[in-house]
């Protein structure tokens, strides 16, 4: 287990390597994240719609890790708390709140799924469920087809650390390390499984720790460190691409939210535990980072801004106006139908505007 | 016509598929080198290689969930799952995940996996390699059921599970592998899923019966013919899809209607064929329509004398005919 060096006062330009033009872009995306996962609440609480989990306080995380894909070749599998990923893979903000309001033209599920249960076939978002733990099997899966294919490709696979006791998990880890798989196994832990702390999680207090079970590298980062992030997952990515396997990154994050919308976090978290997650809000540290390194400056600052609640406001008010699912449709897609696709390597993915750009 | 055995019918169709299409892999326990516990796969590790046959730890969800994600990305998996006793570990991957990946990515992402399972009693396979798993699986949409009974259906069925862009449950009766045999053409042939055989026509009831059963049944029609009752055997090839037209025509001709399964009967598949009956050709009736299944105990017990009175046998079959016949 290897832990990704402290940031200190780096140039985050000369330490990731990225343009300043691609640092703003991650500034952009975690913002955008964070301000639709807002509205999210806002528009549950208001009634307009059922369910909202969050992945606010994870999102320099993913956007740091997703920044060493390479849209459109590699493979995320997201969990729940993806939001910031699945839009670095290309998916929109309309796209994403299509989802949130369960719209027919919800282009993972078609207004089947609940919210945040993520999916697009066009961006190699692989399809997501409610039990945990088992998308890293399909992502061992994806990433052997790509082995004997012959295919350059990375599948990442995202949970949170409560997932990463499920029995899957040492399934896959085993099986990917056998085989040096291209996978990712990227284990956001924010120190709770819902409600259950860390402590009674796990026996050891690193996740990584258990990647010497598998022959793999174990990685820890500061999951408010987004530099740090990328730099981890870019050295994985390249491990993966040379065949020499997997990598199990586990990246400290917060939970700023509740579990979701019908959970109370107050009940098992204290006021003093709350305001101290809260100070490890990756967003501002982000943000004061650029800053100081002469990366943003206010005018480009508000304009994101500006952007950003357009944005929002926009994928909003298109999805809440968006079709309804026929109900017509219930049986549609239980087996294939005539017409559908026969079996065999999946389209190329379509052109995109990586990182989530407002529409 | 060369004739083959089950397991012959079984090998011949895997391999025949693996040359016809590269995308095709093998993997399961022991299912390389050896060729499996049953030696299904005997010879595909020779020819195909470590790329297309697969050795894997004793891992039942990754076998399943590892198909799925091979699945999403260009392969023709072929699962074994050694025995279907095992299969529970990977439930939540057939279950929460392969039947339902293209119902809830509204038909963007599919699953075209097959995963192969030797089941059944009568072998002294005691609880746990014995059991008849059908009905868990049957009962899911977004899943298909398949359970041979000849050889020529075997490999026939086999090729189509394999073409399938669907997740495929096919369930082999391992009592059958070297016990059952017949003709199998060389050539190129499918079997379509969702149609029944008739491999025994007759006036007087129907019996309706697949796998190990369904040879059974037949032996009992035999034996009940000799008294001049003349049975008609349906041997439905698949349950999920099921071809009620089949069934329904048949039980509209005889009147009377006995399903033979081997598993369990509470909640057994032998109940759905049953409520088809009484809801589509009720009128036709002059008979309940009748179940004879593997008694309910968990699964067949090691001592021969248990095994033997949780087996059905043709002697039972016939019994039930008999009786059913008479009312």
Redesign the interface.
């Given at each position: 287990v290897t832990t990704a060096g402290f940031p200190g006062a780096q140039d985050p330009v000369a330490r990731s390597g990225l343009s300043s033009e691609r640092l703003v872009e991650l500034y952009r995306l975690i913002a955008l994240a964070r301000a639709l996962d807002e509205r999210a609440w806002i528009l549950n609480r208001a009634g307009r719609t059922h369910f909202v989990i969050s992945g606010q306080g994870h999102e320099g995380a993913e956007a740091g890790v997703t920044a060493a894909l390479t849209p459109g070749r590699d493979?995320l599998l997201p969990y729940y708390r993806s939001m910031t990923g699945v839009m670095a893979m290309g998916m929109t903000p309309r796209e994403v709140f299509l989802l949130q309001f369960g719209k027919a033209d919800?282009?993972?599920?078609?207004g089947?799924?609940m919210p945040s249960?993520y999916?697009?076939?066009?961006r190699r978002v692989?399809?997501s469920?409610?039990?945990v733990g088992?998308q890293?099997?399909?992502?061992?899966?994806?990433?052997?087809?790509?082995k004997?294919?012959g295919i350059p490709?990375v599948?990442l696979v995202a949970m949170g650390e409560g997932s990463a006791n499920q029995?899957?998990v040492h399934?896959?880890l085993?099986?990917a390390g056998?085989h040096r798989l291209p996978m990712i196994l990227f284990v956001e832990n924010n120190g709770y499984a819902i409600s259950v702390p860390a402590e009674r999680e796990t026996a050891v207090p690193d996740i990584a720790q258990r990647a010497a079970g598998y022959a793999m590298p174990g990685v820890i980062v500061d999951g408010g460190d987004v530099v740090g992030c990328y730099l981890a997952a870019r050295d994985a990515v390249t491990r993966a691409l040379a065949g020499e396997g997997p990598t199990l990154i586990e990246a400290k994050v917060t939970r700023l939210t509740g579990h979701s919308s019908d959970d109370q976090q107050t009940k098992y978290r204290s006021a003093e535990e709350l305001a101290e997650q809260r100070a490890q809000d990756p967003l501002p540290r982000f943000r004061d980072e650029l800053r100081a390194a002469g990366v943003l400056d206010e005018a480009s600052e508000a304009q994101i801004a500006t952007e950003i609640a357009a944005a929002v406001a926009d994928a909003t008010d298109f999805a809440e106006a968006a079709a309804d699912p026929d109900p017509s449709t219930l049986l549609?897609?239980?087996?294939?139908?005539p017409g559908?696709?026969?079996?065999?390597?999946?389209p190329a993915a379509t052109s995109h505007d990586v990182g989530g750009r407002p529409a | 016509m060369p004739v083959r055995t089950f397991i012959e019918a079984i090998r011949e169709g895997l391999r025949d598929e693996m040359r016809r299409d590269e995308r095709v892999i093998v993997l399961g326990e022991d299912v390389g080198r050896k060729g499996g516990v049953f030696y299904a796969t005997d010879g595909l590790w020779a020819e195909f290689g470590d790329g297309r046959v697969l050795d894997t730890p004793l891992t039942e969800s990754m076998i399943a969930g590892v198909s799925i994600g091979a699945a999403a990305n260009g392969l023709l998996p072929v699962a074994e799952i050694q025995f279907a006793d095992f299969i529970f570990p990977a439930m939540n991957q057939v279950i929460s995940e392969a039947a339902r990946i293209r119902y809830r990515s509204n038909g963007t992402y599919g699953c075209p996996i097959t995963i192969r399972a030797p089941y059944g009693a009568g072998v002294h396979g005691a609880l746990y390699h014995s059991q008849s798993v059908e009905a868990f699986f049957a009962h899911v949409p977004g899943l298909k059921v398949v359970i041979p009974s000849t050889p020529y259906d075997a490999k026939g069925l086999l090729r189509t599970a394999i073409r399938d862009p669907d997740p495929v449950i096919f369930l082999e009766h391992k009592k059958m592998y070297r016990s059952v045999r017949g003709e199998v053409p060389d050539g190129e042939y499918t079997v379509p899923f969702g149609r029944a055989a008739i491999p025994r026509t007759g006036s007087r009831l129907t019996v309706v019966a697949y796998g190990l059963m369904l040879h059974y049944a037949l032996e009992a029609a035999a034996r009940v013919a000799e008294d001049g009752i003349e049975a008609e055997v349906i041997d439905l090839r698949t349950i999920r899809p099921l071809d009620e037209e089949t069934i329904l025509a048949s039980v509209r001709r005889t009147g009377k209607c006995l399903v033979v399964h081997e598993d369990n009967r509470f909640g057994g598949f032998g109940a759905e064929v049953a409520a088809l009956v009484a809801e589509e050709a009720f009128d036709y009736l002059d008979g309940p329509v009748t179940r004879l299944a593997g008694p309910d105990s968990p699964a067949s017990p090691n001592a021969l004398p248990l095994e033997e009175a949780f087996m059905l046998s043709p002697a039972k079959i016939a019994a039930a005919i008999r009786t059913l016949t008479a009312y």
């Amino acid at each position: 287990v290897t832990t990704a060096g402290f940031p200190g006062a780096q140039d985050p330009v000369a330490r990731s390597g990225l343009s300043s033009e691609r640092l703003v872009e991650l500034y952009r995306l975690i913002a955008l994240a964070r301000a639709l996962d807002e509205r999210a609440w806002i528009l549950n609480r208001a009634g307009r719609t059922h369910f909202v989990i969050s992945g606010q306080g994870h999102e320099g995380a993913e956007a740091g890790v997703t920044a060493a894909l390479t849209p459109g070749r590699d493979w995320l599998l997201p969990y729940y708390r993806s939001m910031t990923g699945v839009m670095a893979m290309g998916m929109t903000p309309r796209e994403v709140f299509l989802l949130q309001f369960g719209k027919a033209d919800d282009p993972g599920s078609g207004g089947r799924q609940m919210p945040s249960h993520y999916g697009h076939a066009g961006r190699r978002v692989f399809t997501s469920s409610s039990p945990v733990g088992t998308q890293i099997l399909h992502g061992a899966g994806i990433a052997l087809a790509a082995k004997l294919r012959g295919i350059p490709e990375v599948a990442l696979v995202a949970m949170g650390e409560g997932s990463a006791n499920q029995g899957d998990v040492h399934e896959a880890l085993n099986f990917a390390g056998i085989h040096r798989l291209p996978m990712i196994l990227f284990v956001e832990n924010n120190g709770y499984a819902i409600s259950v702390p860390a402590e009674r999680e796990t026996a050891v207090p690193d996740i990584a720790q258990r990647a010497a079970g598998y022959a793999m590298p174990g990685v820890i980062v500061d999951g408010g460190d987004v530099v740090g992030c990328y730099l981890a997952a870019r050295d994985a990515v390249t491990r993966a691409l040379a065949g020499e396997g997997p990598t199990l990154i586990e990246a400290k994050v917060t939970r700023l939210t509740g579990h979701s919308s019908d959970d109370q976090q107050t009940k098992y978290r204290s006021a003093e535990e709350l305001a101290e997650q809260r100070a490890q809000d990756p967003l501002p540290r982000f943000r004061d980072e650029l800053r100081a390194a002469g990366v943003l400056d206010e005018a480009s600052e508000a304009q994101i801004a500006t952007e950003i609640a357009a944005a929002v406001a926009d994928a909003t008010d298109f999805a809440e106006a968006a079709a309804d699912p026929d109900p017509s449709t219930l049986l549609r897609h239980v087996y294939a139908e005539p017409g559908d696709p026969v079996p065999g390597p999946p389209p190329a993915a379509t052109s995109h505007d990586v990182g989530g750009r407002p529409a | 016509m060369p004739v083959r055995t089950f397991i012959e019918a079984i090998r011949e169709g895997l391999r025949d598929e693996m040359r016809r299409d590269e995308r095709v892999i093998v993997l399961g326990e022991d299912v390389g080198r050896k060729g499996g516990v049953f030696y299904a796969t005997d010879g595909l590790w020779a020819e195909f290689g470590d790329g297309r046959v697969l050795d894997t730890p004793l891992t039942e969800s990754m076998i399943a969930g590892v198909s799925i994600g091979a699945a999403a990305n260009g392969l023709l998996p072929v699962a074994e799952i050694q025995f279907a006793d095992f299969i529970f570990p990977a439930m939540n991957q057939v279950i929460s995940e392969a039947a339902r990946i293209r119902y809830r990515s509204n038909g963007t992402y599919g699953c075209p996996i097959t995963i192969r399972a030797p089941y059944g009693a009568g072998v002294h396979g005691a609880l746990y390699h014995s059991q008849s798993v059908e009905a868990f699986f049957a009962h899911v949409p977004g899943l298909k059921v398949v359970i041979p009974s000849t050889p020529y259906d075997a490999k026939g069925l086999l090729r189509t599970a394999i073409r399938d862009p669907d997740p495929v449950i096919f369930l082999e009766h391992k009592k059958m592998y070297r016990s059952v045999r017949g003709e199998v053409p060389d050539g190129e042939y499918t079997v379509p899923f969702g149609r029944a055989a008739i491999p025994r026509t007759g006036s007087r009831l129907t019996v309706v019966a697949y796998g190990l059963m369904l040879h059974y049944a037949l032996e009992a029609a035999a034996r009940v013919a000799e008294d001049g009752i003349e049975a008609e055997v349906i041997d439905l090839r698949t349950i999920r899809p099921l071809d009620e037209e089949t069934i329904l025509a048949s039980v509209r001709r005889t009147g009377k209607c006995l399903v033979v399964h081997e598993d369990n009967r509470f909640g057994g598949f032998g109940a759905e064929v049953a409520a088809l009956v009484a809801e589509e050709a009720f009128d036709y009736l002059d008979g309940p329509v009748t179940r004879l299944a593997g008694p309910d105990s968990p699964a067949s017990p090691n001592a021969l004398p248990l095994e033997e009175a949780f087996m059905l046998s043709p002697a039972k079959i016939a019994a039930a005919i008999r009786t059913l016949t008479a009312y």
